[in-house]
Protein backbone atom coordinates (compact mmCIF):
# COMPACT_ATOMS: atom_id res chain seq x y z
CA UNK A 1 0.00 0.00 0.00
CA UNK A 2 1.07 3.59 -0.81
CA UNK A 3 0.40 6.70 1.36
CA UNK A 4 0.08 10.13 0.66
CA UNK A 5 -0.60 13.40 3.01
CA UNK A 6 -3.57 14.57 3.53
CA UNK A 7 -3.50 18.31 2.71
CA UNK A 8 -0.98 20.07 5.18
CA UNK A 9 -2.13 18.35 8.44
CA UNK A 10 1.34 15.88 8.50
CA UNK A 11 -1.44 13.26 8.11
CA UNK A 12 -0.34 10.69 5.80
CA UNK A 13 -3.39 8.42 4.30
CA UNK A 14 -3.42 4.73 1.94
CA UNK A 15 -3.92 5.56 -1.48
CA UNK A 16 -7.30 3.93 -0.47
CA UNK A 17 -10.05 4.97 1.62
CA UNK A 18 -12.66 2.62 2.98
CA UNK A 19 -15.93 4.04 2.19
CA UNK A 20 -19.14 2.59 4.29
CA UNK A 21 -22.32 4.35 3.45
CA UNK A 22 -23.60 0.75 3.02
CA UNK A 23 -23.37 -0.29 6.45
CA UNK A 24 -25.91 -0.57 8.10
CA UNK A 25 -29.00 -1.14 4.93
CA UNK A 26 -27.36 -3.70 2.52
CA UNK A 27 -24.50 -4.72 4.67
CA UNK A 28 -24.75 -6.20 8.61
CA UNK A 29 -21.85 -5.66 11.58
CA UNK A 30 -20.43 -8.59 10.56
CA UNK A 31 -19.98 -7.94 6.98
CA UNK A 32 -18.63 -4.62 8.03
CA UNK A 33 -16.19 -6.33 10.76
CA UNK A 34 -15.22 -8.31 7.97
CA UNK A 35 -14.35 -5.57 5.74
CA UNK A 36 -12.43 -3.58 8.43
CA UNK A 37 -10.41 -6.32 9.32
CA UNK A 38 -9.58 -6.96 6.03
CA UNK A 39 -8.92 -3.43 4.90
CA UNK A 40 -6.06 -2.38 7.99
CA UNK A 41 -4.79 -6.00 7.20
CA UNK A 42 -3.76 -4.94 3.78
CA UNK A 43 -2.06 -1.43 4.55
CA UNK A 44 -5.67 0.49 4.49
CA UNK A 45 -5.87 3.02 7.59
CA UNK A 46 -8.05 5.92 6.14
CA UNK A 47 -12.44 4.79 6.70
CA UNK A 48 -14.74 7.43 5.43
CA UNK A 49 -17.91 7.79 6.92
CA UNK A 50 -20.98 10.21 7.59
CA UNK A 51 -24.03 11.09 10.10
CA UNK A 52 -26.16 10.62 7.01
CA UNK A 53 -25.57 6.59 6.54
CA UNK A 54 -26.14 4.32 5.91
CA UNK A 55 -27.90 4.51 2.27
CA UNK A 56 -30.32 4.99 0.47
CA UNK A 57 -30.91 8.14 3.36
CA UNK A 58 -33.78 8.21 5.81
CA UNK A 59 -34.72 8.49 9.00
CA UNK A 60 -34.44 5.00 10.12
CA UNK A 61 -30.77 4.47 8.37
CA UNK A 62 -29.77 7.71 9.79
CA UNK A 63 -26.84 7.61 12.17
CA UNK A 64 -26.70 3.04 11.24
CA UNK A 65 -22.87 3.31 9.60
CA UNK A 66 -21.34 5.22 12.75
CA UNK A 67 -22.72 3.00 15.18
CA UNK A 68 -21.56 -0.15 13.32
CA UNK A 69 -18.32 1.52 13.35
CA UNK A 70 -18.25 2.57 17.41
CA UNK A 71 -19.62 -0.79 18.11
CA UNK A 72 -15.95 -2.21 16.19
CA UNK A 73 -14.35 0.61 17.82
CA UNK A 74 -15.84 -0.17 21.36
CA UNK A 75 -14.36 -4.39 21.38
CA UNK A 76 -10.88 -2.98 19.67
CA UNK A 77 -10.14 0.38 21.61
CA UNK A 78 -6.07 -0.11 21.01
CA UNK A 79 -6.75 -0.04 17.19
CA UNK A 80 -7.77 3.43 17.36
CA UNK A 81 -4.90 4.35 16.39
CA UNK A 82 -4.40 2.43 13.63
CA UNK A 83 -7.17 4.82 11.53
CA UNK A 84 -7.70 8.33 10.24
CA UNK A 85 -11.54 8.17 10.95
CA UNK A 86 -13.52 10.85 8.69
CA UNK A 87 -17.07 11.37 8.99
CA UNK A 88 -19.47 14.18 7.60
CA UNK A 89 -22.31 16.32 8.99
CA UNK A 90 -25.17 16.40 6.62
CA UNK A 91 -25.85 19.42 4.77
CA UNK A 92 -29.57 21.15 4.43
CA UNK A 93 -32.47 19.37 3.23
CA UNK A 94 -33.28 16.26 5.56
CA UNK A 95 -36.01 16.84 7.41
CA UNK A 96 -35.52 14.44 10.09
CA UNK A 97 -31.51 15.70 10.59
CA UNK A 98 -31.49 19.17 12.37
CA UNK A 99 -35.21 20.38 10.74
CA UNK A 100 -33.44 20.67 7.45
CA UNK A 101 -31.54 23.13 8.48
CA UNK A 102 -28.39 24.51 7.07
CA UNK A 103 -24.55 24.00 8.04
CA UNK A 104 -23.64 26.63 10.81
CA UNK A 105 -21.33 26.71 13.39
CA UNK A 106 -23.31 26.00 16.47
CA UNK A 107 -25.01 23.11 14.43
CA UNK A 108 -21.08 21.68 14.09
CA UNK A 109 -20.43 21.94 17.36
CA UNK A 110 -23.61 19.43 18.11
CA UNK A 111 -23.31 17.19 15.58
CA UNK A 112 -19.82 16.51 16.39
CA UNK A 113 -20.63 15.49 19.94
CA UNK A 114 -23.73 13.20 18.40
CA UNK A 115 -21.34 11.48 16.06
CA UNK A 116 -18.56 11.08 18.94
CA UNK A 117 -21.28 9.24 20.57
CA UNK A 118 -21.90 7.10 17.67
CA UNK A 119 -18.53 6.08 16.77
CA UNK A 120 -17.88 5.45 20.58
CA UNK A 121 -14.63 8.06 19.92
CA UNK A 122 -13.02 10.66 21.51
CA UNK A 123 -11.93 12.32 18.45
CA UNK A 124 -12.35 12.63 14.73
CA UNK A 125 -9.59 12.65 12.19
CA UNK A 126 -11.46 14.67 9.78
CA UNK A 127 -14.26 16.31 10.04
CA UNK A 128 -16.41 17.10 6.36
CA UNK A 129 -18.75 19.13 5.56
CA UNK A 130 -21.24 16.62 3.45
CA UNK A 131 -22.38 19.32 1.31
CA UNK A 132 -22.25 23.44 1.25
CA UNK A 133 -25.39 25.40 2.12
CA UNK A 134 -25.47 26.71 -1.26
CA UNK A 135 -26.61 25.16 -4.69
CA UNK A 136 -23.77 23.20 -5.87
CA UNK A 137 -22.78 21.53 -9.36
CA UNK A 138 -22.89 18.13 -8.02
CA UNK A 139 -25.29 15.00 -8.72
CA UNK A 140 -26.17 15.70 -12.06
CA UNK A 141 -26.17 19.69 -11.51
CA UNK A 142 -23.23 20.60 -13.56
CA UNK A 143 -25.01 21.03 -17.30
CA UNK A 144 -25.51 24.63 -17.84
CA UNK A 145 -29.07 25.88 -16.62
CA UNK A 146 -29.42 23.44 -14.24
CA UNK A 147 -29.05 25.92 -11.12
CA UNK A 148 -28.05 29.19 -11.11
CA UNK A 149 -25.03 31.15 -9.68
CA UNK A 150 -25.76 34.42 -10.07
CA UNK A 151 -28.68 33.89 -7.54
CA UNK A 152 -26.14 32.96 -4.54
CA UNK A 153 -25.66 36.03 -2.24
CA UNK A 154 -22.13 35.74 -2.02
CA UNK A 155 -21.37 37.78 1.02
CA UNK A 156 -24.47 36.05 3.04
CA UNK A 157 -22.63 32.32 1.98
CA UNK A 158 -19.36 34.05 2.90
CA UNK A 159 -20.59 34.97 6.72
CA UNK A 160 -21.94 31.34 6.91
CA UNK A 161 -18.61 30.15 5.93
CA UNK A 162 -16.77 31.74 8.93
CA UNK A 163 -19.40 30.69 11.11
CA UNK A 164 -18.95 27.20 10.21
CA UNK A 165 -14.89 27.64 10.50
CA UNK A 166 -15.41 29.13 14.24
CA UNK A 167 -17.87 26.12 15.29
CA UNK A 168 -14.64 23.74 13.54
CA UNK A 169 -12.38 25.86 15.67
CA UNK A 170 -13.79 25.43 19.17
CA UNK A 171 -14.52 21.64 18.16
CA UNK A 172 -10.35 21.33 17.31
CA UNK A 173 -9.48 23.32 20.33
CA UNK A 174 -11.50 21.02 22.41
CA UNK A 175 -10.07 17.94 21.24
CA UNK A 176 -12.75 16.61 19.72
CA UNK A 177 -11.16 16.61 15.54
CA UNK A 178 -7.88 17.26 14.21
CA UNK A 179 -8.65 18.27 10.61
CA UNK A 180 -11.57 19.59 8.43
CA UNK A 181 -12.41 18.85 4.91
CA UNK A 182 -15.46 19.65 2.35
CA UNK A 183 -17.70 17.17 0.06
CA UNK A 184 -19.34 18.02 -3.01
CA UNK A 185 -18.38 21.41 -3.28
CA UNK A 186 -16.09 23.65 -5.86
CA UNK A 187 -13.33 25.45 -6.67
CA UNK A 188 -14.95 28.82 -5.23
CA UNK A 189 -15.93 26.95 -2.40
CA UNK A 190 -12.19 25.74 -1.44
CA UNK A 191 -10.88 28.96 -1.98
CA UNK A 192 -13.37 31.20 0.20
CA UNK A 193 -12.45 28.42 3.38
CA UNK A 194 -9.08 29.12 2.27
CA UNK A 195 -9.01 32.12 2.22
CA UNK A 196 -11.30 33.29 5.44
CA UNK A 197 -9.00 30.75 7.37
CA UNK A 198 -6.24 32.96 6.67
CA UNK A 199 -7.98 35.74 7.42
CA UNK A 200 -9.22 35.29 10.32
CA UNK A 201 -6.51 32.31 12.20
CA UNK A 202 -9.10 29.65 11.52
CA UNK A 203 -8.65 26.22 10.75
CA UNK A 204 -7.35 25.47 6.99
CA UNK A 205 -9.19 22.81 4.97
CA UNK A 206 -7.67 19.61 4.15
CA UNK A 207 -8.97 17.65 1.72
CA UNK A 208 -11.93 17.85 -0.31
CA UNK A 209 -14.03 14.59 -1.61
CA UNK A 210 -16.46 14.77 -5.15
CA UNK A 211 -17.73 12.25 -7.25
CA UNK A 212 -14.89 11.30 -9.78
CA UNK A 213 -14.78 8.58 -12.42
CA UNK A 214 -14.21 7.43 -15.83
CA UNK A 215 -18.01 8.74 -16.46
CA UNK A 216 -17.88 11.68 -14.30
CA UNK A 217 -14.63 13.60 -14.65
CA UNK A 218 -15.47 17.22 -14.59
CA UNK A 219 -13.03 18.24 -11.74
CA UNK A 220 -10.03 17.55 -14.25
CA UNK A 221 -8.93 19.49 -14.86
CA UNK A 222 -9.02 23.09 -13.11
CA UNK A 223 -10.62 21.69 -9.73
CA UNK A 224 -8.23 19.01 -8.66
CA UNK A 225 -5.04 22.13 -10.19
CA UNK A 226 -6.20 23.71 -7.44
CA UNK A 227 -6.03 20.76 -5.04
CA UNK A 228 -2.81 20.58 -6.24
CA UNK A 229 -1.52 23.90 -6.05
CA UNK A 230 -3.26 24.66 -2.29
CA UNK A 231 -2.04 21.80 -0.94
CA UNK A 232 -5.98 20.30 -0.44
CA UNK A 233 -5.85 16.58 -0.70
CA UNK A 234 -8.72 15.48 -3.68
CA UNK A 235 -10.24 12.12 -2.48
CA UNK A 236 -12.13 10.62 -5.31
CA UNK A 237 -16.50 9.39 -4.23
CA UNK A 238 -17.70 6.78 -6.75
CA UNK A 239 -14.78 6.13 -9.11
CA UNK A 240 -17.08 3.01 -10.31
CA UNK A 241 -20.05 5.44 -10.77
CA UNK A 242 -22.19 3.77 -8.38
CA UNK A 243 -21.29 0.48 -9.56
CA UNK A 244 -22.19 1.31 -13.31
CA UNK A 245 -18.38 1.10 -14.01
CA UNK A 246 -18.64 -2.86 -13.00
CA UNK A 247 -21.00 -3.91 -15.58
CA UNK A 248 -23.95 -5.08 -13.37
CA UNK A 249 -26.30 -2.68 -14.63
CA UNK A 250 -26.14 -2.86 -18.24
CA UNK A 251 -29.65 -3.33 -20.20
CA UNK A 252 -31.53 -2.29 -17.46
CA UNK A 253 -30.23 -5.01 -14.57
CA UNK A 254 -31.08 -4.66 -11.24
CA UNK A 255 -29.22 -7.61 -9.20
CA UNK A 256 -31.08 -8.24 -6.28
CA UNK A 257 -29.36 -6.28 -3.40
CA UNK A 258 -27.38 -3.85 -5.42
CA UNK A 259 -27.35 -0.48 -4.81
CA UNK A 260 -29.66 0.29 -8.07
CA UNK A 261 -32.16 -1.97 -6.58
CA UNK A 262 -33.13 0.61 -3.92
CA UNK A 263 -34.96 4.20 -4.35
CA UNK A 264 -32.24 7.28 -4.39
CA UNK A 265 -32.65 10.26 -3.17
CA UNK A 266 -31.33 11.65 -6.41
CA UNK A 267 -32.83 9.03 -8.67
CA UNK A 268 -30.62 6.88 -10.27
CA UNK A 269 -29.28 9.33 -12.46
CA UNK A 270 -26.36 7.80 -13.73
CA UNK A 271 -28.39 5.22 -16.26
CA UNK A 272 -28.35 6.65 -19.27
CA UNK A 273 -27.93 4.87 -22.75
CA UNK A 274 -24.73 6.46 -23.16
CA UNK A 275 -23.43 5.27 -20.46
CA UNK A 276 -24.05 1.69 -21.43
CA UNK A 277 -22.43 2.53 -24.51
CA UNK A 278 -19.48 4.10 -22.28
CA UNK A 279 -19.28 0.92 -20.06
CA UNK A 280 -19.37 -1.77 -22.80
CA UNK A 281 -16.36 -0.37 -24.27
CA UNK A 282 -14.36 0.31 -21.45
CA UNK A 283 -14.86 -3.38 -20.53
CA UNK A 284 -13.58 -4.27 -24.00
CA UNK A 285 -10.50 -2.77 -23.07
CA UNK A 286 -10.61 -3.93 -19.27
CA UNK A 287 -11.01 -7.90 -21.40
CA UNK A 288 -8.01 -6.86 -23.43
CA UNK A 289 -5.72 -5.72 -20.45
CA UNK A 290 -7.06 -9.04 -18.55
CA UNK A 291 -8.61 -7.41 -15.70
CA UNK A 292 -12.23 -6.23 -14.49
CA UNK A 293 -13.72 -3.37 -15.83
CA UNK A 294 -13.76 -2.54 -11.83
CA UNK A 295 -10.21 -2.57 -11.25
CA UNK A 296 -9.40 -0.90 -14.53
CA UNK A 297 -11.28 1.95 -14.09
CA UNK A 298 -10.04 1.81 -9.98
CA UNK A 299 -6.55 1.96 -11.40
CA UNK A 300 -6.75 4.67 -13.73
CA UNK A 301 -8.41 6.87 -10.95
CA UNK A 302 -5.60 6.00 -8.48
CA UNK A 303 -3.33 6.94 -11.62
CA UNK A 304 -4.71 10.15 -12.36
CA UNK A 305 -2.69 13.26 -11.76
CA UNK A 306 -3.43 15.09 -8.45
CA UNK A 307 -5.38 12.16 -6.55
CA UNK A 308 -4.66 11.43 -3.13
CA UNK A 309 -6.95 8.31 -2.09
CA UNK A 310 -9.89 6.74 -4.04
CA UNK A 311 -12.93 6.31 -1.88
CA UNK A 312 -13.97 2.74 -2.55
CA UNK A 313 -16.95 0.82 -0.97
CA UNK A 314 -17.95 -2.67 -1.07
CA UNK A 315 -21.27 -4.74 -0.55
CA UNK A 316 -19.21 -8.09 -0.02
CA UNK A 317 -15.53 -9.01 0.80
CA UNK A 318 -14.83 -10.37 -2.36
CA UNK A 319 -15.77 -7.10 -4.00
CA UNK A 320 -13.12 -5.71 -1.87
CA UNK A 321 -11.11 -7.87 -2.73
CA UNK A 322 -11.05 -7.11 -6.36
CA UNK A 323 -11.02 -3.37 -5.52
CA UNK A 324 -8.06 -3.32 -3.88
CA UNK A 325 -6.26 -5.94 -6.03
CA UNK A 326 -6.69 -2.65 -8.48
CA UNK A 327 -4.42 -0.60 -6.38
CA UNK A 328 -1.65 -3.14 -7.32
CA UNK A 329 -2.31 -2.73 -10.97
CA UNK A 330 -0.17 -0.24 -13.59
CA UNK A 331 -1.75 0.97 -16.59
CA UNK A 332 0.51 0.66 -19.71
CA UNK A 333 0.86 3.77 -21.84
CA UNK A 334 -0.97 1.17 -24.29
CA UNK A 335 -3.99 0.81 -21.50
CA UNK A 336 -4.29 4.43 -20.95
CA UNK A 337 -4.35 4.91 -24.50
CA UNK A 338 -7.19 2.84 -25.23
CA UNK A 339 -8.82 4.16 -22.51
CA UNK A 340 -9.00 7.90 -23.17
CA UNK A 341 -9.73 6.82 -26.74
CA UNK A 342 -13.25 5.41 -25.15
CA UNK A 343 -13.29 8.55 -22.75
CA UNK A 344 -13.02 10.91 -25.58
CA UNK A 345 -16.53 9.36 -27.35
CA UNK A 346 -18.30 9.59 -24.02
CA UNK A 347 -16.66 12.23 -22.17
CA UNK A 348 -20.20 13.23 -19.98
CA UNK A 349 -22.22 10.42 -20.32
CA UNK A 350 -24.76 11.40 -17.50
Known sequence: MKYVPLGRTGLDVSRVCLGTMTWGTQNTQADAEAQIEYALANGVNFIDTAEMYSIPPNAESYGKTETIIGNWLARNPSRRKEIILATKIAGMGLSYVRNGGPITGEAIISSVDASLKRLQTD?????????????????????????????????????????????????????????????????????????????????????????????????????????????????????????????????????????????????????????????????????????????????????????????????SLEQLKEDLDAFDMTLSPEALDDIMAVFKQYPLPF
Open 123 to 315: YIDLYQLHWPNRNSPHFAKHFPGHISFTDVDRVAHSEQMLDILRGIDACIKAGKIRHFGLSDDSTWGINEYLKLSEKHDLPRVASIQNEFSLLHAKDWPYLIENCVHEDVAYLPWSPLAAGALTGKYLNGARPEGSRWSYAQRNGIFRDTPLVDKAVTAYMEVAKKYQMTSAQLALAWCDQVDGVSSTIIGAT
